[in-house]
Protein backbone atom coordinates (compact mmCIF):
# COMPACT_ATOMS: atom_id res chain seq x y z
CA UNK A 1 0.00 0.00 0.00
CA UNK A 2 1.47 3.68 -1.03
CA UNK A 3 1.93 6.45 1.61
CA UNK A 4 -0.95 8.37 -0.19
CA UNK A 5 -3.30 4.96 0.49
CA UNK A 6 -2.16 5.17 3.95
CA UNK A 7 -2.93 8.18 4.58
CA UNK A 8 -6.39 8.37 2.82
CA UNK A 9 -7.58 5.90 5.14
CA UNK A 10 -6.06 7.26 8.29
CA UNK A 11 -7.97 11.26 7.09
CA UNK A 12 -11.62 8.61 6.99
CA UNK A 13 -11.15 7.93 10.65
CA UNK A 14 -9.76 11.18 12.04
CA UNK A 15 -11.51 13.77 9.81
CA UNK A 16 -8.95 16.73 9.66
CA UNK A 17 -5.06 16.26 9.92
CA UNK A 18 -3.04 19.32 11.51
CA UNK A 19 0.60 18.94 10.09
CA UNK A 20 2.85 20.50 8.08
CA UNK A 21 2.27 18.95 4.88
CA UNK A 22 -1.26 19.58 5.49
CA UNK A 23 -0.10 23.50 5.89
CA UNK A 24 1.48 23.18 2.65
CA UNK A 25 -1.33 21.89 1.04
CA UNK A 26 -3.26 25.03 2.22
CA UNK A 27 -0.96 27.23 0.36
CA UNK A 28 -1.40 25.45 -3.17
CA UNK A 29 -3.83 27.71 -4.47
CA UNK A 30 -2.47 30.82 -3.68
CA UNK A 31 -0.76 31.27 -6.89
CA UNK A 32 -4.43 31.54 -8.17
CA UNK A 33 -6.18 33.39 -5.74
CA UNK A 34 -3.75 35.89 -4.38
CA UNK A 35 -3.16 37.63 -7.95
CA UNK A 36 -6.99 38.24 -8.55
CA UNK A 37 -7.71 39.09 -5.01
CA UNK A 38 -4.92 41.38 -4.56
CA UNK A 39 -5.43 42.99 -8.29
CA UNK A 40 -9.46 43.61 -7.14
CA UNK A 41 -8.39 44.72 -4.39
CA UNK A 42 -5.88 47.56 -5.53
CA UNK A 43 -7.93 48.29 -8.93
CA UNK A 44 -12.00 48.07 -7.90
CA UNK A 45 -11.33 49.44 -4.09
CA UNK A 46 -12.81 46.98 -2.40
CA UNK A 47 -12.19 46.62 1.77
CA UNK A 48 -9.30 44.25 2.42
CA UNK A 49 -11.33 43.09 5.37
CA UNK A 50 -13.79 42.49 3.76
CA UNK A 51 -12.24 40.28 1.22
CA UNK A 52 -10.03 38.30 3.35
CA UNK A 53 -12.94 37.53 6.17
CA UNK A 54 -15.04 36.30 3.48
CA UNK A 55 -12.63 34.41 2.27
CA UNK A 56 -11.28 32.99 5.91
CA UNK A 57 -15.43 32.04 6.94
CA UNK A 58 -15.95 30.59 3.83
CA UNK A 59 -12.42 28.78 3.69
CA UNK A 60 -13.89 27.50 7.49
CA UNK A 61 -17.29 26.64 6.60
CA UNK A 62 -15.64 24.32 3.37
CA UNK A 63 -13.36 22.65 5.62
CA UNK A 64 -16.34 22.04 8.02
CA UNK A 65 -19.09 20.81 5.89
CA UNK A 66 -16.83 18.76 3.62
CA UNK A 67 -13.56 17.59 5.60
CA UNK A 68 -11.92 17.70 2.05
CA UNK A 69 -9.44 20.19 0.31
CA UNK A 70 -12.39 21.76 -1.27
CA UNK A 71 -10.96 25.52 -2.35
CA UNK A 72 -12.32 28.51 -2.25
CA UNK A 73 -11.47 30.88 -4.80
CA UNK A 74 -12.50 34.52 -6.66
CA UNK A 75 -14.90 33.87 -10.00
CA UNK A 76 -12.42 34.42 -12.49
CA UNK A 77 -15.28 36.21 -15.02
CA UNK A 78 -16.13 38.40 -12.75
CA UNK A 79 -12.32 39.20 -11.93
CA UNK A 80 -11.25 39.16 -15.20
CA UNK A 81 -13.92 41.93 -16.51
CA UNK A 82 -13.90 43.90 -13.18
CA UNK A 83 -10.09 43.87 -13.79
CA UNK A 84 -10.01 45.12 -17.08
CA UNK A 85 -12.97 47.85 -16.18
CA UNK A 86 -12.91 49.14 -13.32
CA UNK A 87 -14.96 52.91 -14.02
CA UNK A 88 -17.56 50.38 -14.81
CA UNK A 89 -17.67 47.92 -12.76
CA UNK A 90 -17.46 49.32 -8.64
CA UNK A 91 -17.75 48.23 -5.39
CA UNK A 92 -21.38 48.40 -5.52
CA UNK A 93 -21.98 46.33 -8.93
CA UNK A 94 -19.45 43.60 -7.45
CA UNK A 95 -21.52 43.47 -4.34
CA UNK A 96 -24.78 42.95 -6.51
CA UNK A 97 -22.78 40.29 -8.40
CA UNK A 98 -22.34 38.47 -5.09
CA UNK A 99 -26.07 38.73 -4.07
CA UNK A 100 -27.40 37.66 -7.62
CA UNK A 101 -24.83 34.82 -8.19
CA UNK A 102 -25.39 33.57 -4.63
CA UNK A 103 -29.39 33.59 -5.48
CA UNK A 104 -29.26 32.25 -8.46
CA UNK A 105 -27.20 29.00 -6.93
CA UNK A 106 -29.52 28.42 -4.17
CA UNK A 107 -32.16 28.20 -6.63
CA UNK A 108 -30.45 25.78 -8.87
CA UNK A 109 -29.03 23.45 -6.04
CA UNK A 110 -33.00 23.21 -4.60
CA UNK A 111 -34.49 22.89 -8.32
CA UNK A 112 -31.88 20.64 -9.32
CA UNK A 113 -31.52 22.59 -12.29
CA UNK A 114 -27.61 21.97 -11.77
CA UNK A 115 -27.02 18.96 -13.70
CA UNK A 116 -29.59 19.91 -16.51
CA UNK A 117 -27.70 23.21 -16.97
CA UNK A 118 -24.42 21.09 -17.24
CA UNK A 119 -25.61 20.03 -20.71
CA UNK A 120 -25.86 23.76 -22.19
CA UNK A 121 -23.03 24.55 -21.15
CA UNK A 122 -20.91 21.92 -23.06
CA UNK A 123 -17.41 21.61 -22.94
CA UNK A 124 -16.21 24.05 -25.85
CA UNK A 125 -18.94 26.79 -24.38
CA UNK A 126 -16.75 26.65 -20.62
CA UNK A 127 -13.38 26.12 -22.78
CA UNK A 128 -14.08 29.38 -24.85
CA UNK A 129 -14.91 32.13 -21.97
CA UNK A 130 -11.83 30.26 -19.68
CA UNK A 131 -9.42 31.38 -22.75
CA UNK A 132 -10.97 34.73 -23.12
CA UNK A 133 -10.88 35.02 -19.37
CA UNK A 134 -6.84 34.18 -19.36
CA UNK A 135 -5.85 37.00 -22.30
CA UNK A 136 -7.66 39.54 -20.56
CA UNK A 137 -5.63 38.75 -17.51
CA UNK A 138 -2.57 38.62 -20.14
CA UNK A 139 -3.74 41.94 -21.75
CA UNK A 140 -3.83 43.83 -18.07
CA UNK A 141 -0.87 42.05 -17.03
CA UNK A 142 0.67 43.65 -19.87
CA UNK A 143 -0.25 46.86 -19.38
CA UNK A 144 0.24 47.10 -15.85
CA UNK A 145 3.82 45.99 -16.56
CA UNK A 146 4.21 48.84 -18.78
CA UNK A 147 2.63 51.35 -17.43
CA UNK A 148 4.59 54.36 -17.29
CA UNK A 149 3.83 54.71 -13.62
CA UNK A 150 5.33 52.96 -10.63
CA UNK A 151 2.52 52.56 -7.90
CA UNK A 152 -1.28 52.06 -8.36
CA UNK A 153 -1.36 54.68 -5.36
CA UNK A 154 0.00 57.49 -7.93
CA UNK A 155 3.09 57.74 -5.24
CA UNK A 156 6.16 58.37 -7.54
CA UNK A 157 9.56 56.59 -7.57
CA UNK A 158 12.18 58.78 -5.84
CA UNK A 159 14.60 58.03 -8.37
CA UNK A 160 11.71 59.57 -10.99
CA UNK A 161 12.26 57.18 -13.54
CA UNK A 162 9.48 55.41 -14.60
CA UNK A 163 10.98 52.79 -16.37
CA UNK A 164 12.38 51.01 -13.63
CA UNK A 165 8.35 49.88 -13.42
CA UNK A 166 9.23 48.09 -16.50
CA UNK A 167 12.53 46.85 -15.37
CA UNK A 168 11.13 45.62 -11.90
CA UNK A 169 8.67 43.55 -14.00
CA UNK A 170 11.10 41.84 -16.00
CA UNK A 171 13.10 40.70 -12.77
CA UNK A 172 9.22 39.69 -11.19
CA UNK A 173 8.92 37.53 -14.51
CA UNK A 174 11.98 35.38 -14.15
CA UNK A 175 11.74 34.70 -10.77
CA UNK A 176 8.09 33.62 -10.58
CA UNK A 177 9.25 31.33 -13.99
CA UNK A 178 11.90 29.85 -11.41
CA UNK A 179 9.91 29.36 -8.78
CA UNK A 180 6.90 27.70 -10.40
CA UNK A 181 7.40 24.40 -8.97
CA UNK A 182 9.09 25.44 -5.91
CA UNK A 183 7.04 23.64 -2.96
CA UNK A 184 8.62 25.63 -0.32
CA UNK A 185 8.31 29.04 -1.75
CA UNK A 186 5.38 29.32 -3.69
CA UNK A 187 5.70 31.65 -6.27
CA UNK A 188 3.08 34.25 -6.08
CA UNK A 189 4.13 34.60 -2.41
CA UNK A 190 8.26 34.99 -3.58
CA UNK A 191 6.39 37.96 -5.83
CA UNK A 192 4.48 39.92 -3.52
CA UNK A 193 7.38 39.48 -1.16
CA UNK A 194 9.38 40.92 -3.63
CA UNK A 195 7.08 43.87 -4.99
CA UNK A 196 6.59 44.77 -1.06
CA UNK A 197 10.30 45.37 -0.76
CA UNK A 198 11.35 47.38 -3.70
CA UNK A 199 8.26 49.38 -3.40
CA UNK A 200 9.49 50.39 0.31
CA UNK A 201 12.68 50.83 -1.28
CA UNK A 202 11.05 53.10 -4.03
CA UNK A 203 9.16 55.32 -1.71
CA UNK A 204 5.84 53.62 -2.30
CA UNK A 205 4.40 54.19 1.50
CA UNK A 206 4.05 57.80 0.26
CA UNK A 207 3.82 58.99 4.19
CA UNK A 208 1.29 56.21 4.90
CA UNK A 209 1.95 54.80 8.27
CA UNK A 210 1.09 51.26 9.53
CA UNK A 211 -2.35 50.83 11.66
CA UNK A 212 -3.56 47.70 13.16
CA UNK A 213 -7.33 46.69 13.04
CA UNK A 214 -9.93 46.27 10.09
CA UNK A 215 -10.51 48.52 6.96
CA UNK A 216 -14.05 49.82 6.89
CA UNK A 217 -16.77 47.40 5.74
CA UNK A 218 -20.18 48.88 4.90
CA UNK A 219 -23.58 47.34 3.43
CA UNK A 220 -23.94 48.42 -0.01
CA UNK A 221 -26.92 50.01 -1.41
CA UNK A 222 -26.40 48.99 -5.39
CA UNK A 223 -28.55 50.88 -8.06
CA UNK A 224 -30.86 50.20 -10.57
CA UNK A 225 -28.31 50.18 -13.14
CA UNK A 226 -25.77 48.27 -10.81
CA UNK A 227 -28.24 45.23 -10.68
CA UNK A 228 -28.44 45.14 -14.32
CA UNK A 229 -24.65 46.09 -15.19
CA UNK A 230 -23.93 42.87 -12.53
CA UNK A 231 -26.50 40.84 -14.08
CA UNK A 232 -25.11 41.23 -17.80
CA UNK A 233 -21.60 41.98 -17.71
CA UNK A 234 -20.53 39.12 -14.69
CA UNK A 235 -23.23 36.73 -14.02
CA UNK A 236 -24.06 35.53 -17.69
CA UNK A 237 -20.58 34.49 -18.64
CA UNK A 238 -19.60 33.40 -15.35
CA UNK A 239 -22.84 31.29 -15.05
CA UNK A 240 -21.41 28.27 -17.29
CA UNK A 241 -18.15 28.40 -15.75
CA UNK A 242 -19.25 27.65 -12.49
CA UNK A 243 -21.50 25.52 -13.22
CA UNK A 244 -19.19 23.12 -15.30
CA UNK A 245 -16.45 23.39 -13.48
CA UNK A 246 -17.33 24.83 -9.80
CA UNK A 247 -20.26 22.18 -9.37
CA UNK A 248 -20.13 19.18 -11.73
CA UNK A 249 -16.03 19.09 -12.27
CA UNK A 250 -15.33 19.50 -8.87
CA UNK A 251 -17.66 16.89 -7.91
CA UNK A 252 -15.35 14.67 -10.33
CA UNK A 253 -12.08 15.45 -9.31
CA UNK A 254 -13.17 14.94 -5.92
CA UNK A 255 -14.37 11.54 -7.00
CA UNK A 256 -10.83 10.68 -9.11
CA UNK A 257 -8.55 12.17 -6.26
CA UNK A 258 -10.72 10.38 -3.33
CA UNK A 259 -12.12 7.07 -4.71
CA UNK A 260 -14.31 5.39 -2.77
CA UNK A 261 -13.46 7.70 0.31
CA UNK A 262 -16.87 7.89 2.57
CA UNK A 263 -16.83 11.57 2.81
CA UNK A 264 -17.76 12.10 -0.88
CA UNK A 265 -21.40 11.52 0.14
CA UNK A 266 -21.47 15.37 0.25
CA UNK A 267 -19.12 16.26 -2.99
CA UNK A 268 -22.42 16.59 -4.90
CA UNK A 269 -22.76 19.03 -7.80
CA UNK A 270 -26.20 19.96 -5.79
CA UNK A 271 -24.20 20.54 -2.77
CA UNK A 272 -21.62 22.81 -4.04
CA UNK A 273 -24.19 24.86 -5.55
CA UNK A 274 -25.68 25.44 -2.16
CA UNK A 275 -22.52 26.09 -0.16
CA UNK A 276 -21.39 28.29 -2.81
CA UNK A 277 -25.02 30.13 -2.68
CA UNK A 278 -25.09 30.68 1.11
CA UNK A 279 -21.40 31.82 0.99
CA UNK A 280 -21.80 34.58 -1.21
CA UNK A 281 -25.21 36.53 -0.36
CA UNK A 282 -24.04 37.98 2.94
CA UNK A 283 -20.72 38.78 1.07
CA UNK A 284 -22.14 40.36 -1.73
CA UNK A 285 -24.50 42.65 0.89
CA UNK A 286 -20.91 43.78 2.20
CA UNK A 287 -18.82 44.38 -1.09
CA UNK A 288 -16.42 41.35 -1.09
CA UNK A 289 -15.56 39.18 -3.77
CA UNK A 290 -17.67 36.87 -5.12
CA UNK A 291 -16.52 33.44 -4.24
CA UNK A 292 -16.58 29.97 -5.76
CA UNK A 293 -15.16 26.39 -6.17
CA UNK A 294 -12.78 24.85 -8.26
CA UNK A 295 -11.37 21.12 -10.10
CA UNK A 296 -8.06 23.83 -10.73
CA UNK A 297 -8.29 24.69 -7.16
CA UNK A 298 -8.83 20.87 -5.66
CA UNK A 299 -5.86 19.90 -7.54
CA UNK A 300 -3.61 22.39 -6.46
CA UNK A 301 -4.18 21.99 -2.44
CA UNK A 302 -3.95 17.65 -3.38
CA UNK A 303 -0.45 18.40 -5.20
CA UNK A 304 1.02 20.04 -2.63
CA UNK A 305 -0.23 17.64 0.06
CA UNK A 306 -3.43 18.72 1.53
CA UNK A 307 -5.60 15.64 1.86
CA UNK A 308 -8.39 16.56 4.43
CA UNK A 309 -10.54 19.81 5.61
CA UNK A 310 -7.84 20.70 8.10
CA UNK A 311 -6.13 22.53 5.19
CA UNK A 312 -8.98 24.69 4.58
CA UNK A 313 -9.53 24.91 8.66
CA UNK A 314 -5.36 26.53 8.75
CA UNK A 315 -5.86 28.67 5.75
CA UNK A 316 -9.29 30.30 6.55
CA UNK A 317 -8.00 30.89 10.01
CA UNK A 318 -4.52 32.99 8.83
CA UNK A 319 -6.89 34.97 6.18
CA UNK A 320 -9.85 35.48 9.40
CA UNK A 321 -6.83 37.11 11.63
CA UNK A 322 -5.29 38.63 8.92
CA UNK A 323 -8.63 40.81 8.09
CA UNK A 324 -9.65 41.61 11.86
CA UNK A 325 -5.90 42.68 12.98
CA UNK A 326 -4.38 43.33 10.41
CA UNK A 327 -6.82 45.15 7.63
CA UNK A 328 -5.38 48.45 8.05
CA UNK A 329 -1.68 47.54 7.74
CA UNK A 330 -2.11 44.93 5.65
CA UNK A 331 -3.62 47.60 3.15
CA UNK A 332 -0.71 49.82 3.27
CA UNK A 333 1.30 46.61 2.55
CA UNK A 334 -0.48 46.39 -0.53
CA UNK A 335 -0.53 49.74 -1.56
CA UNK A 336 3.50 49.34 -1.26
CA UNK A 337 3.03 46.50 -4.82
CA UNK A 338 4.21 47.88 -7.78
CA UNK A 339 2.27 48.02 -10.74
CA UNK A 340 4.82 45.71 -12.83
CA UNK A 341 4.63 43.39 -9.85
CA UNK A 342 1.09 42.99 -10.05
CA UNK A 343 0.81 42.69 -14.12
CA UNK A 344 3.72 39.77 -13.38
CA UNK A 345 0.69 37.61 -10.97
CA UNK A 346 -2.21 38.29 -13.22
CA UNK A 347 -0.40 37.32 -16.25
CA UNK A 348 0.46 33.98 -14.94
CA UNK A 349 -3.01 33.40 -13.68
CA UNK A 350 -4.27 34.42 -17.27
CA UNK A 351 -1.64 31.67 -18.13
CA UNK A 352 -3.47 28.86 -16.08
CA UNK A 353 -6.62 29.76 -17.97
CA UNK A 354 -5.36 29.50 -21.58
CA UNK A 355 -4.08 26.17 -21.56
CA UNK A 356 -7.24 24.34 -20.61
CA UNK A 357 -8.38 24.46 -24.10
CA UNK A 358 -5.98 22.27 -24.97
CA UNK A 359 -8.97 19.36 -23.89
CA UNK A 360 -10.64 19.98 -26.44
CA UNK A 361 -10.60 17.04 -29.43
CA UNK A 362 -12.64 18.20 -32.59
CA UNK A 363 -12.11 21.01 -35.08
CA UNK A 364 -15.72 21.58 -34.27
CA UNK A 365 -15.40 22.42 -30.61
CA UNK A 366 -12.29 24.55 -31.17
CA UNK A 367 -13.99 26.53 -33.20
CA UNK A 368 -16.76 27.37 -30.32
CA UNK A 369 -14.03 27.94 -28.06
CA UNK A 370 -12.33 30.38 -30.82
CA UNK A 371 -15.46 32.14 -31.69
CA UNK A 372 -16.15 32.90 -27.93
CA UNK A 373 -13.00 34.37 -26.73
CA UNK A 374 -12.41 36.49 -30.01
CA UNK A 375 -16.04 37.93 -29.49
CA UNK A 376 -15.07 38.26 -25.46
CA UNK A 377 -11.90 40.43 -26.63
CA UNK A 378 -14.08 42.60 -29.05
CA UNK A 379 -16.85 43.72 -27.23
CA UNK A 380 -16.57 44.53 -23.83
CA UNK A 381 -19.75 42.68 -22.55
CA UNK A 382 -19.03 39.23 -22.35
CA UNK A 383 -22.87 37.63 -21.94
CA UNK A 384 -22.53 38.52 -25.74
CA UNK A 385 -19.48 35.77 -26.53
CA UNK A 386 -21.67 33.59 -24.09
CA UNK A 387 -24.93 33.84 -25.85
CA UNK A 388 -23.68 33.17 -29.82
CA UNK A 389 -20.75 30.42 -28.57
CA UNK A 390 -23.99 28.60 -26.81
CA UNK A 391 -26.12 29.30 -30.38
CA UNK A 392 -23.80 27.97 -32.36
CA UNK A 393 -22.03 25.04 -30.60
CA UNK A 394 -26.27 23.84 -29.85
CA UNK A 395 -26.42 24.67 -34.40
CA UNK A 396 -23.37 22.83 -35.35
CA UNK A 397 -24.19 19.66 -33.10
CA UNK A 398 -27.58 19.62 -34.27
CA UNK A 399 -26.95 20.06 -37.81
CA UNK A 400 -24.17 17.62 -37.42
CA UNK A 401 -21.68 20.08 -38.95
CA UNK A 402 -17.87 19.68 -40.04
CA UNK A 403 -15.29 22.10 -39.84
Given amino acids: MNNDAIAGSADQKVGFRFDRVELAG?????GTMLPIVLAMILINRLSPTMVFLAFGVFYLLT??????????????AVAAIAIAYPAQITESVIGAAGVIFGGLLLLFAVT?????????????????IQLALGLVFLRKGIQLITDPHLFLSGSASR?????INLILGVVVFGLVLLLLDNKKLPAAIAAVGVGILAGLMLGGLGGRTFAFGPTPVRLIAPSAHDWWIAFSMLILP???LTIGNACVGTADT????????????????GRFAWTMGIANLPTGLFGGVPMCHGTGGLAAHYRFGARTG???????????????????????LLTLIPNSVLGVLLIFAGLELCPLI?????????????????IALTVPNMAWAFGIGIAVDIFIRKAKIKI
Fill in 26 to 30: SFGDL
Fill in 63 to 76: GYYYRLPVPVQPLK
Fill in 112 to 128: GLVDKLAKIFTQPVVRG
Fill in 159 to 163: FGDHS
Fill in 238 to 240: QIP
Fill in 254 to 269: CAVLFPKDPRLGKTSA
Fill in 310 to 332: GALLMIGTIFVVLALAFGEAGMT
Fill in 358 to 374: RSLKTNEEYFVALLISG
